[in-house]
């Protein structure tokens, strides 16, 4: 794939990712503004060829795309519900790298940088290239944690992006879960296929693959326009070599919160063989007020999705309870509240008594 530049038709692969606001204001995506530096200060900055060849030039204020890479006045604006760390990490973290929230999972993050920074982040305040990957004693200290609580069932690689490892480094991490016995899945989240898909190399995908434990990716997806082909061809390389994929997306102000985007996401990652698992309400980490819906149009859409999608392409809408407290479901809800009559609203808005 190509587009061009400043430099004439390049190919992506030849092209850098873009990480400071003078590149940016090279390509023309922001003009100088001392709240750009804030900005982008208090998170880094990288936007992949691929992400970049996405972005309408033309009409950068309502891109979905710009909206979510390119760094904006607005995150200088921080409320006072806003939170350093949104979801509670650091409370349910027994060792370095590790939250360990419920009984039978875990998240390992071995390291925190990403192939682009979203400026939403719910890491946002940990994410980047001066963030703190495990060194090789902190990495075994987590698997030793894990190795000696067999009731870890499950172990959730995250960061930062875990598919920014080598494929060597890679796969020797997937090995040593393998060799833990009691843990029966490995899952990983990434935002790598799409908006790096290069990187899903043939040497990473065998790294990828465990003689025993199950592996399961879980791939970051807003917008329909990321499922480029460079980006179908990788999930392809993945559920080819039996990774089932799972669709994470966040409902974000502008960049997907109207129906036709939402039904337009679900049916592209279905068609890319990816399941939708979770649409994340944001959370509230600072400076990103201008990407939060409130929740009650976050059930509106969902309802109206109801409608229109198959259970195929149904996300759960969750929302992660500030403090550590884990996901729920948030809605929207079917049933009515009277205890004596049950009340059932269908899809398309009717309502049906049901007995019992
Ligand atoms: S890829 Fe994930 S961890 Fe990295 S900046 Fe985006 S949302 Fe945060």
Redesign the pocket.
């Known amino acids: 794939m190509t587009r061009q530049s400043g430099a004439g038709l390049l190919s992506h692969a030849a092209m850098p990712t873009l990480r400071t606001l003078e590149a940016l204001e090279r390509e023309g995506l922001v003009r100088p503004d001392p709240r750009l530096a804030e900005a982008a200060q208090s998170m880094a900055i990288a936007i992949t060829p691929e992400m970049l060849a996405l972005i309408d030039h033309g009409d950068l204020a309502r891109d979905p795309i710009a909206r979510q890479f390119v760094p904006s006045a607005a995150e200088t604006e921080v409320s006072a519900d806003e939170l350093a760390d949104p979801i509670g990490d650091e409370a349910r973290s027994p060792i370095k790298g590790l939250v360990h929230r419920y009984p039978d999972r875990v998240l390992l993050k071995p390291l925190h940088v ?5 400026r ?5 305040e940990k ?1 980047g290239p001066g963030g703190e990957a495990l060194s090789a004693a902190e990495l075994e200290a987590a698997l030793a944690y894990i190795r000696t609580h067999d009731e870890i069932w499950e172990v959730i690689l ?4 875990p598919l920014m490892m080598a494929p060597r480094r890679m796969g020797e991490l997937m090995a040593a879960l393998d060799a833990i016995p009691h843990v029966a899945v490995v899952r990983i ?3 790598v296929p799409v ?1 790096d898909p290069e990187r899903v190399s043939p040497e990473l995908v065998a790294a990828l693959k465990l003689r025993r434990a199950s592996v399961w990716l879980a791939v ?1 997806c807003n917008h329909a326009r990321e499922l480029t082909a460079a980006a179908r061809a990788a999930l392809a390389r993945l559920a080819d070599a039996g990774i089932p994929l799972m669709g994470q997306s ?1 409902l974000l102000r502008g960049v997907n919160d109207d129906l036709e985007t939402l039904e337009q996401l679900m049916r592209a990652l279905v068609t890319a063989r990816v399941k939708p698992y979770y649409l994340h309400h944001p959370d509230l980490v600072r400076g990103t007020g201008h990407f939060r819906v409130a929740i009650e149009e976050g059930q509106a859409l969902m309802k109206a999705l109801r409608g229109r999608l198959s259970g195929l392409a149904q996300p759960t809408y969750v929302l992660d309870v500030p403090g550590g407290h884990g996901k729920v479901p948030i809605g929207p809800a079917y049933l009515g509240d009277d205890p004596d009559s049950l009340m059932i609203e269908d899809a398309f808005g009717g309502r049906h008594h049901y007995p019992g």
Do not use: A
């Open positions: 990403c192939p682009v920074y979203c939403f982040c719910f890491r946002r994410v995250t960061g930062g992006d989240h990434s935002r908006v970051h966040v």
